[in-house]
C-alpha cells in the first residue's frame, strides 16, 4: 500500500500513489513535513488524515467546509510535527 502503484503519472514532487492514498516517496523533495512512506489523503469537505510509520503517528482532520483546499491538510501536519521537534 506504501509503495507507488502509478509511476510517473502522479504529479506532484516528492509523492507517489499507492493503493488508495498519497505516498511520500522522497520527504526532501515532497511539500510540507513528513517521512518517507508516510500515507495521506484528503476528502471533498476538507477532511484530511496522514500515517507516518515512521513516527508510529496517525493525524486526521474532519470538517465540513466548502471549498476544497490544502491549508488545512498542510496546517495539521505542520503543527503536529512542530510540537514533536519543539516541546
Known amino acids: 500500500m506504501a509503495q507507488n502503484h502509478v509511476g510517473d503519472l502522479y504529479q506532484s514532487s516528492g509523492k507517489g500513489f499507492g493503493l488508495g492514498f498519497e505516498v511520500i516517496l522522497d520527504a526532501d523533495k515532497a511539500e510540507g513535513p513528513g517521512n518517507n512512506r508516510q500515507l495521506s489523503w484528503g ?3 476538507r477532511t484530511h488524515f496522514f500515517i507516518d510509520p ?3 503517528l496517525i493525524g ?22 512542530g510540537a514533536l521537534l519543539n516541546p
Open 60 to 81: 486526521l482532520w474532519m470538517t465540513q467546509m466548502l471549498p476544497h483546499s490544502n491549508y488545512y491538510g498542510n496546517a495539521l501536519r505542520e503543527n503536529i510535527y
Open 43 to 45: 476528502g471533498y469537505f
Open 54 to 56: 515512521e513516527q508510529q
